[in-house]
């Protein structure tokens, strides 16, 4: 399996942690299919932490599913999910317990994957919780994507390290479709600002075949569920979700769809900005460099413009381009934009044909230099053809 574009679909942690069950996995695939999500791209349904019984089945010393939780196992489970046209997706860690102290799969990374296997598992996530201090990252990693190769089914490799070891360095070599290159995020702005800023100069690292893994979305938690902090705005979620798609960030829900406002799945299905995100060249986004960014009044805001308002871009196929103007700052700020900054100079003779992917909206075409003003924690993201 390679994946071409970053994987879609949804997470349990974010909002249910711990308290994962039957009823409620069945209610979420039913409401990815009733809200259109699976029919916008979102296909794997994926159950987090904490799933297991507290230790191995004695005879056979394979993980088993707890029988309160999931009374007719996992594989009824993945039949569930698979009879709605979705995915089914499990996790796993590559330390000796997992991140909530359950069965992981340290030293049985062959006969889990064969388990997963048997319960028709499309997608694994590996986290990195309590791992002996002597195996470095790459050695854990490829182990399970060897013992995943071998398990007779095509599972997606969903490394989560949370960016230790120098993970851009080797994540691709152990056959893993995605890898976490950050901590958790919570429900707040700063949480999502700082994961964004933290992750610029590895984006060049994204590529079909391992995409660079942001963490779960929080659009539509309100403060809700298991991550702690007070929630977004829906301004703020807006943001993040148009960020994720600029950077090529697979597209995991964590909030609770069950209780998605049409709002929230307005947004979350925006066909622009999925366009953007599963483009088929996969391309990074990069931040065009200004040489300063202003103040509303359009006074020079020199010091920490950097981290208050950023221009990224991303080239797509089909002669498009995405422009994404995002405001981090706690005030209203002028963006500023000089073309050929992304490497499109006025003597070219060529602009940008833009569409508001929230609007719909078409400006019309820009050339040499534009700014916009962006409220507090607002963005903007234009959907473009190169143009003369």
């Not at 071998?150 to 056959?175: E, K, M, Y």
């Not at 509303?296 to 308002?309: I, N, P, R, V």
């Not at 075409?365 to 700014?371: E, L, N, Q, T």
Request: proline share 3%; net charge negative.
């Amino acid at each position: 399996m390679l994946s071409r574009t970053p994987p879609m679909g949804f997470n349990t942690w974010n909002t249910f942690g711990e308290d994962i069950n039957d009823k409620v996995v069945r209610e979420t695939a039913d409401a990815m299919v009733d809200l259109g999500l699976r029919d916008a791209g979102y296909e794997y349904l994926v159950i987090d932490d904490c799933w297991s019984e507290r230790e191995r089945d004695p005879v056979s010393g394979r993980i088993i599913a707890d029988h309160i939780k999931f009374p007719d196992g996992m594989k009824a489970v993945g039949d569930y999910v698979h009879s709605k046209g979705l995915k089914f997706g499990m996790y796993s860690c590559a330390g000796t317990r997992t991140c909530a102290n359950y069965p992981s799969s340290f030293d049985h990374e062959f006969i889990d994957a064969e388990t997963f296997a048997e319960f028709g598992v499309d997608f694994l996530k590996y986290d990195y919780c309590n791992r002996p201090a002597h195996h470095h990252g790459d050695l854990l990693y490829r182990k399970m994507g060897m013992a995943l190769k071998a398990c007779g089914r095509d599972i997606l490799f969903s490394a989560c390290n949370w960016g230790a070891d120098d993970v851009h360095n080797w994540i691709r070599s152990t056959g893993a479709h995605m890898y976490r290159s950050t901590g958790d995020i919570n429900d707040s702005f700063p949480s999502m600002r700082d994961i964004v800023c933290s992750q610029i100069e590895y984006l060049p690292y994204s590529a079909p075949g391992c995409f660079n893994d942001i963490d779960m979305l929080t659009i539509g938690m309100y403060g809700k569920g298991n991550v702690g902090a007070g929630g977004c705005n829906d301004t703020e979620y807006k943001t993040q979700f148009a960020i994720w798609c600029m950077f090529s960030a697979p597209l995991m829900l964590g909030g609770d769809i069950r209780t998605f406002s049409p709002e929230t799945v307005k947004l979350v299905t925006n066909k622009d900005l999925i366009r953007i995100n599963q483009d088929e060249e996969g391309r990074p986004a990069f931040q065009s460099y200004s040489w300063i960014t202003r103040n509303a009044d359009g006074s020079a805001a020199y010091k920490a413009s950097g981290d208050k308002a950023k221009v990224f871009v991303k080239l797509l196929s089909d002669n498009e381009v995405a422009v994404m103007f995002v405001n981090f700052d706690d005030r209203e700020r002028r963006v500023d934009f000089y073309f050929e900054d992304m490497g499109l100079p006025v003597a070219s003779g060529y602009g940008l044909e833009m569409k508001d992917v929230f609007t719909g909206e078409n400006i019309g075409v820009k050339k040499d230099f534009m700014y916009r003003n962006i409220q507090a924690h607002d963005c903007e993201c234009y959907l473009c053809k190169i143009s003369k």
